[in-house]
Structure formats: structure tokens, C-alpha cells
């Protein structure tokens, strides 16, 4: 693959032909070997992050053990990243997928060369369900992820399916590195003979796994079983020679039989390895179901290879990410040379005793590669009131705790926490002892110790990366720093954004997170709270009274009978800055990631068109509820940005657009049959300035504007899909905001610009920065021209100015 940085300027004529410019300069080669070289340093060329910092699980972080300052970090559905050491920040390597291939967003494993660090090779592919239509692919790398050469596999992967955080799946043979494994969902193991370039499944291998998730979340009916198949690979480097390859080789599945295996003839037979750890256990108990049963009590859910000679295994009853550590675990170590295994498990649990099992669930463990015998592990998935971190200077024998109780609920922790390159990271709450906020972390399935270094460590959580560079002051009773190591991560998924014309630069509306008021775009904000709403699915400002903004999502609620989700209202009159609920919510309204508010363009009028209902209005900031009159559920509702009291709607199933001209408490029929097509994926704007002027982006229907308010509209040829639209400051010199949408536009996808109401676009992205599914919302800024918001699903808010 070449990178490329295009220009494309296409001109729409009346009747519809296209006329394109092309300007490209190619830079770089795919496939050349450079094995010495500095490492690179990354351009987006002109695209940047608006930061928050994380927002999203980090399954797992990778170092290489033969040259300093290369590591790598997969995410469940946000790519993959490079360290780079000079600036302490991550790079991200996946930004060339675009919506038609965003799977490959979806990490299952990643493994750097141990021999040629140059070489990195990522299996991508996030769902094994039917989510995701195209074919995994292994992404192979000669210049440390700057290029890459994509295998399509004949199997699905899971980088966002439960147990993603088990592995490392791949691993590259360090006596020849030719010789790559995989472990696949259920699928077998596989390997490759040439770098990861060509692939075929291991026949001699007896086991694919037989133990299968039962988490309906991700799946389309429930005969669909996610297998968690093989987990990891670990070659033992002493039983082989430079270019022969290693003969010792170690599989861990996920199975009720034996869950690992070994080969000692490079992989051409294979047997249970001896004397494993296997414990009888009834599997409802655990979260998990399997082909048949009895089964393990626990799993070898990671497994590592210690510079000791030893194979070190994490254990626990759950495959994660939420499955809890107090359903238990363990730690084993398998030494190569001996041929034992010794039991190096963490304490037992003490100040909980409704727990079933005493033993402790692990979600990680890594070992010190200038001494061995200093060990780090972690919980998986202790909740409450906090996961533990342990830390062991004679090889797993003994454990010491990173916090204690010291009598009920007094806590003693031996680290201070620094999150002020995300503070919102406390989720704005503050809680009672034991419990503490911000927390250590939660879905904690990689830990891991810098091999050259053995004063820094770094581990995933379900929201960001943390480390410590001093880890080493541990062991002399002083208390460690531990700060957020996620600079240039970005994994949100964004459902909703607005430019105000005043006041704050951005408001956006997020999953899992709920959002942030942006005044700096370069600085992480706190989290909005009164009412929090973790899932936030739209926001919207007042036209002629911008300090006035409004949010709405979903939440979970704590009730006597269980979670309940509900969906809130939050308003907002000075900027953002401080929030309130509404004085009550929509009953009835459906909770999660649907539905759509707007705001009059004097703030007198709220209009409320939750998924499942018809639309409400209220004139008193939530105290009553009135559905509006003529206006069907499924519905799309904006205000107009001049008149105060127009509101206007589509409505999806029926393809027809309405007004209201008595702040939505009536709608009328406005026109029915502009549509060509279904409006299953669409996006509704009114324009700044511009009475009735609307823009409606129909997915595949295609493009279409009407200056009267819905009742005509003029559909724009050429627009083969186009899910969003925005607008934002307009051109120097035209009298219309600029337009910007993410759409295929003669069978080219590409985030596009108008300066002359949608008569002629111009790309403004390249094919190496297409982030994914990036195809929930669009806005330009109305105070500065050229520059656009883009919000994607797993790599944060994009945006960039004018260069």
C-alpha cells in the first residue's frame, strides 16, 4: 500500500455530470524492509482529535522485547496504536478504514517481531455475528504499521466480542520468524510460514475450543454461539535455534477437555500439556456454556512467556471484559526445563465473605524481563468497592496488595492517581470509603511491565490506559505515581454533535460516556453531571439564544426490582456550563441510543421525538408533556434557526416532511413523495440564518434541500450514499454556509466540502484517514470557516481547519 494525499475537486452540473481533478503525490513504500531505522513519526495531515482522552477498553497492550520504545495497543472497536516514545503519546495505525470496511477497527490481537521489530502483524475483524459483513483480515507491516498488506481470512474475528481481552492470539516464533500462529474463534489454529502473508489452519491441531458466550448483547437471535476458541500462543525460545525455529510450542483453548496443549516438533503433533490445572464445576455457575459438560472451574484466559524459561498463566472463571473476579481465578507457573508447575495464586478474598469462591479472579500478570522474579498482576473484574493491583519480588511466592483496609472502611493506598489529562475520569462523583473515585480501573485484562524498563508499567481498563513510571518505589514502601497514559487514544463513539454560534466550540453526545462541552478543543473536559446520562444520543443550542442547550439519553437507574433504563433530559442556560434535569422526563420514551430533541430558537419550546412514540413538546422545560399533533413516532425533528415558532420533522417509515408554525404543537403534511428510497440510515438539518431551509442527508436515498420549509425539495444526483450532513461557517465571499457531509459520491467515499450549496464538493480527506463508521453525525463550525467536526463509532470527534 502507498500512501497517498489527493485532492479532488468534482463539479455536479445540472444534469448531473461529474467532472473530476485529480492531484496526487504518492510518498513511501509498502513492503520494504527497515529494520534499523528511526522510528517514524506520523502526520494526519491536517486531521486531529478534538481530545478527550481514552473513552474506551484497552484489551491489550503489546511491547516488543528486542528493540526499546516499540509497543503497540489493539482496542475493541477503536484500531490500533503505536507508542512513540519522544512525545510519551500513541499513534494511531487504522485510520486508512473507512465505512465499508470499518471491522477492521476491531483488534483481536496484535503481534511485533521479536526478531526484525519493523514487523508488526494485526488480526482485525470485530464481530463473529453477522454485524459485520466483510472477511477478517491479518494487516502485515514492514515499517512499524505506517503501511500495511491485507490477508483476508476465511473466518471471523471478535476485537468487541466477550473475552476480547484473553491472548495474545498471535504470536511470531522467535527462532524464525517466518513462522507466525493464530488462535481463531473457533475456527482452529492457524499458521503462517511467511510472515503472515499466507495462512492455513493447523489439521494436526486437536482441539478448537468447545466453550462458547452466552451474552445476547451481540447477538441477532440466540442459536448463535460466540466461541472463545484459542486464546494464546507462547513458543519456548530455548528449544530451538536461529532459523531452524522453536520445537517447544504452547496453546491455550478454551475448552471443558484441556486447555493447553504442546508440541515438541514444531508444531507437527500435539498433546495435553502434563499436569495442567483442571478443576470440576457445574458451568452455569460461571456465565459461560459449553458443548457438554463436566468442565474447567477456571480458564487459562493469558498466558506469557517468562525470560526465566516458564510458561506464566492467568486464570478465571470468566472470559471477560465484565465477567467478575470474585467467581475466581488463578496464577500458574509451568517451568520448561523442570517440567512442574507451581501454584503462585494471589491471596485469597478477605472482607467480603458473601463471595462463592475465595479464590481470586485474574485479568492479567507480567513479569520484569531484568528480573523475573518481580511480577505484576491484576483483577479482572472486582467492582466494588475497587480492583487490586499486586506486586511480588520473589517469583509469585508472596503478593503485596496496592491498597488494604486498615478497619472498616478506612483504606490505605500505597499510589496516588493522577487524571488530569482526563478528568473525567472521576465520572463526577464522589464516593464513600472503601470505595474511591476515580477507581483503579474496571475490565482490567492487560497489565504489563516495560521490558527495558522495569520502573514503567501499563495497563487497560475499560476507559483508558493508566502506568506508572515509577514502579520500581513500590518495593522500598514509598508510594508509586499512577497517571493516564492514553495521550493521542481516541475510542469514543459519537452519536451527536453541534457548533454553537456563541460560547462553547462543541457539544457532543456520546455512548457509554454521555458526552462533553468542549471549550478547548485541545483539553479534556469534565464529565457532565445533573443528570449524568451515560448514553447520550442528541444535543441541540437555541438559534437566537445560543447559552441555551439541551441533551438527551439513556441512562440506568438502581431500583428495588433491578436496572431500569430510563431516558433523561438535561438543560443547560449558561453555556454548558452548569446542567439541571428536566422538571420531568418523557414518560414512556424509549431509553438508549434513539431518538432526537430540539430546542426553539428563542428556548421556549423543547420538542421530544423519542424512537418508540410519537413527539411531545413542552413550553415549561419539562413540567408538562403534549404530544404533537399530526406528527407520527420515528421521527426526525430540528427547529428552524430563525423563526421562533416553526419546527419541522420526517418522518422515517412514511418518507414525508411536516411543519409546525405554533412551536410544535401542530404539524402539517408538508410533502410526501420527494424520497426515492428508504430512509433507514438519515440525517436532518436546518441551516443558520435561512429561514426554512433544510437539508435531509437519505443515506442511499441520496441528498436533497428545500428552501420553503419541506414543502418542495431538490434531490442532488451523484450521492450514491450519504448518512449525514452539517453545516458551518460559509465561504469567504458566498452568502451560504458551507456544506459537509461523510458520503459516496460516485463510488467514492470521502468526507466532502460545498462552498456553493452542494453545486460543486471538493474531498478534504485522504484514503489513509477515513476513521471507520463515521457516519452518525457532521457539523462545521459557524464562526470558522473550514473547519468540520466528524463524529465515528470507536476513533472519538475528528476535526480540521483549513491548511
Not at 285 to 293: I, P, S, T, Y
Not at 728 to 746: E, H, V
Request: glycine residues 12%; aromatic residues 12%.
Amino acid at each position: 500500500m502507498r500512501k497517498s494525499v489527493c485532492s479532488v475537486l468534482i463539479t455536479v452540473s445540472s444534469v448531473g455530470l461529474i467532472l473530476s481533478l485529480w492531484a496526487c503525490a504518492s510518498t513511501g513504500s509498502g513492503g520494504k524492509k527497515t529494520p534499523d531505522r528511526t522510528l517514524p513519526q506520523y502526520s494526519q495531515q491536517g486531521w486531529k482529535n478534538v481530545k478527550i482522552v481514552g473513552g474506551g477498553m484497552i484489551p491489550g497492550i503489546i511491547f516488543n522485547t528486542a528493540k526499546q520504545g516499540v509497543a503497540y495497543v489493539r482496542t475493541d472497536m477503536g484500531g490500533a496504536y503505536r507508542w512513540n516514545p519522544e512525545n510519551e503519546s500513541w499513534i494511531p495505525l487504522t485510520d486508512f478504514a473507512g465505512i465499508e470496511d470499518y471491522g477492521r477497527l476491531g483488534i483481536a490481537s496484535i503481534a511485533t517481531d521479536p526478531v526484525e521489530p519493523n514487523r508488526v502483524i494485526i488480526a482485525s475483524g470485530t464481530y463473529t455475528n453477522s454485524w459485520d459483513a466483510t472477511a477478517s483480515q491479518m494487516l502485515v507491516s514492514e515499517d512499524y504499521g505506517d503501511t500495511f498488506k491485507r490477508i483476508d481470512m476465511p473466518f471471523k474475528m471478535g476485537g468487541n466480542m466477550p473475552g476480547r481481552g484473553v491472548g495474545e492470539r498471535l504470536a511470531i516464533d522467535p527462532n524464525n520468524n517466518k513462522v507466525v500462529y493464530f488462535g481463531s474463534f473457533g475456527n482452529g489454529l492457524w499458521r503462517s510460514r511467511d510472515y503472515g502473508n499466507t495462512w492455513e489452519e493447523v489439521k494436526s491441531f486437536p482441539a478448537k475450543g468447545n466453550v462458547y458466550d452466552y451474552d445476547f448483547t451481540y447477538y441477532v437471535d440466540q442459536t448463535f454461539k460466540h466461541f472463545h476458541g484459542i486464546m494464546w500462543v507462547i513458543f519456548d525460545p530455548a528449544s530451538g535455534s536461529s532459523g531452524e525455529g522453536s520445537k517447544n510450542i504452547y496453546v491455550g483453548v478454551a475448552d471443558t477437555r484441556n486447555t493447553i496443549y504442546e508440541s515438541n516438533d514444531a508444531g507437527a503433533t500435539w498433546h495435553p500439556l502434563e499436569g495442567q490445572p483442571a478443576v470440576i464445576f457445574n458451568e452455569q455457575e460461571h456465565g459461560h456454556l459449553v458443548e457438554n459438560c463436566p468442565c474447567n472451574k477456571y480458564y487459562p484466559i493469558r498466558g506469557i512467556y517468562s525470560p526465566d524459561g516458564s510458561l506464566i498463566t492467568a486464570w478465571n472463571a470468566g472470559f471477560g471484559p465484565y465477567s467478575s473476579s470474585f467467581q475466581g481465578g488463578a496464577i500458574w507457573k509451568y517451568t520448561f526445563a523442570t517440567k512442574k508447575w507451581e501454584d503462585i495464586s494471589l491471596p485469597k478474598h478477605d472482607f467480603d465473605p458473601s463471595h462463592k469462591t475465595s479464590d481470586r479472579g485474574v485479568g492479567c500478570v507480567s513479569v520484569d524481563w531484568q528480573n523475573p522474579q518481580n511480577m505484576i498482576a491484576v483483577t479482572l473484574n472486582e467492582w466494588w468497592p475497587d480492583e487490586v493491583i499486586y506486586r511480588s519480588t520473589n517469583g509469585g511466592k508472596t503478593w503485596d496488595p496496592i491498597w488494604f483496609l486498615d478497619g472498616w472502611p478506612d483504606r490505605v493506598n500505597k499510589y496516588s492517581l493522577d487524571i488530569s489529562m482526563a478528568p473525567w475520569l472521576n465520572w463526577g462523583e464522589q464516593k464513600e470509603l472503601p470505595e474511591q473515585s476515580p477507581k483503579l480501573g474496571w475490565c482490567i485484562a492487560c497489565i504489563v511491565i516495560d521490558p527495558f524498563n522495569p520502573n514503567v508499567m501499563m495497563y487497560g481498563t475499560g476507559a483508558t490506559i493508566y502506568g506508572s513510571k515509577n514502579l520500581t518505589e513500590w518495593e522500598k514502601g514509598k508510594r508509586i505515581k499512577i497517571e493516564v497514559m492514553a495521550e493521542g487514544i481516541e475510542e469514543c463513539a459519537i452519536l451527536d454533535l453541534v457548533s454553537p454560534t456563541e460560547g462553547p466550540q462543541l457539544i457532543s453526545a456520546m455512548g457509554d460516556i454521555g458526552g462533553f462541552v468542549h471549550t478547548n478543543l485541545n483539553r479534556a473536559p469534565n464529565m457532565i453531571v445533573n443528570p449524568k446520562i451515560n448514553g447520550v444520543n442528541s444535543v441541540d443550542y437555541a438559534a437566537n439564544k445560543p447559552s441555551y442547550m439541551i441533551r438527551m439519553g439513556g441512562d440506568e437507574e438502581w431500583t428495588p426490582d433491578g436496572n431500569v433504563e430510563v431516558s433523561k433530559l438535561g438543560i443547560s442556560s449558561d453555556s454548558g456550563r452548569t446542567w439541571k434535569p428536566a422538571e420531568k422526563y418523557l414518560a414512556g420514551a424509549q431509553a438508549g441510543w434513539s431518538g432526537v430533541v430540539a430546542v426553539s430558537a428563542d428556548a421556549k419550546v423543547i420538542v421530544w421525538s423519542p424512537e418508540n412514540m410519537p413527539p411531545h413538546w413542552s413550553n415549561n422545560e419539562g413540567k408538562t408533556w403534549t404530544a404533537c399533533a399530526g406528527l407520527p413516532a420515528k421521527t426526525k425533528v430540528v427547529s428552524d434557526r430563525v423563526n421562533l415558532s416553526k419546527f419541522y420533522g420526517i418522518a422515517i417509515d412514511s418518507k414525508t416532511a411536516y411543519m409546525s408554525t405554533d412551536a410544535g404543537k401542530t404539524f402539517t403534511v408538508m410533502n410526501s413523495s420527494f424520497v426515492k428510497g428508504d430512509l433507514t440510515k438519515c440525517n436532518f438539518k436546518a441551516a443558520v440564518g435561512m429561514e426554512g431551509h433544510l437539508w435531509l442527508a437519505g443515506g442511499e436515498a441520496g441528498l436533497y434541500h428545500s428552501m420553503d420549509g419541506g414543502k418542495t425539495w431538490t434531490q442532488y444526483p451523484d450521492f450514491d450514499n450519504v448518512p449525514i450532513i452539517g453545516l458551518g461557517k460559509a465561504a469567504p465571499g458566498a452568502d451560504y454556509q458551507a456544506l459537509y457531509t461523510n458520503a459516496k459520491l460516485r463510488g467514492k467515499w470521502g468526507i466532502y466540502r460545498s462552498d456553493d450549496k452542494g453545486a460543486t464538493w471538493i474531498r478534504i480527506n485522504d484514503d489513509m484517514h477515513q476513521f471507520g463508521a463515521a457516519d452518525t453525525a457532521i457539523t462545521g463550525d459557524p464562526r470558522v470557516y473550514g473547519r468540520v467536526f466528524l463524529a465515528t463509532n470507536g476513533r472519538g470527534i475528528q476535526y480540521r481547519d483549513l491548511e
